[in-house]
């Protein structure tokens, strides 16, 4: 159980290119809000104004998506290197004020804020203790960074995201069951599928 006084960002990564998807994915409608808005909301709703939005890629059309449900906007300009760079940004950007930093994707719908808040709650508080979601016979995101990681995460570059960590000596890994968190929205049949 972490103490209260620990500062926690939530990140919102939101700027990959969609190219499996054809279009915007971040801007798509589900059940009527954009899957960028529904994963601002919910990290809202758990970390308050605490909440960075890593854009890139159409960031007008993301923008607008948002609504000025918004919070901290960040413009990842190397969107187009893939999933780290956009870790990095978020990393660098919360390094001077998070004790730790909760990574989440706006492509995974069924996330929600009561998920976020036991990942949260199951953080020692320890610098080198990492917690991530745990479904399909895997860890993944969200995932909650210490600040221990948090220097490590702003080096990141390219496709590569954060999983190298979990297996990485200087750090221990919880993991907390969420089975929901293995969809995650690709293609316009992963979206189809869903409604």
């Known amino acids: 159980m972490t ?20 279009t915007t994915k971040q801007a798509v409608p589900l059940d009527g809000v954009p899957l960028v808005r529904r994963a601002v909301d919910m990290a809202t709703e758990v970390c308050e104004n605490r909440v960075v939005t ?8 993301v923008l607008k998506a948002m609504n000025s449900h918004s919070g901290f906007i960040v413009v990842n ?8 760079s956009s870790i990095a940004t978020a990393a660098r950007v919360c390094c001077g004020s998070a004790d730790a930093l909760l990574l989440l ?17 199951t953080w020692s508080g320890s610098e080198d203790e990492i917690v991530a979601t745990a479904y399909s016979g895997t860890q993944g995101p969200p995932v909650l960074f210490p600040r221990g990681a948090l220097d490590a995460l702003g080096s990141l570059t390219g496709d590569r995201g954060a999983r190298a ?3 990485d000596s200087r750090f221990s890994l919880k993991t907390v069951q969420f089975e929901p968190a293995a969809i995650d929205i690709d293609t316009p049949a992963d979206l189809a599928s869903l409604v």
């Not at 620990?6 to 499996?20: H, M, Y």
């Not at 890593?54 to 059309?61: C, K, L, P, T, Y």
């Not at 994707?105 to 709650?121: G, N, S, W, Y």
């Open 105 to 121: 994707l706006a492509d995974q719908p069924f996330v929600t804020a009561e998920h976020l808040r036991q990942l949260i709650d």
């Open 54 to 61: 890593v854009i890139g890629h159409d960031s007008a059309v």
């Open 165 to 167: 960590f979990f297996n």
């Open 3 to 22: 103490d209260q006084q620990q500062t926690i960002f939530a990140a919102v990564l939101a700027a990959g290119g969609s190219s499996r998807f054809g």
């Open 77 to 84: 300009e190397d969107y187009a290197d893939g999933l780290g």
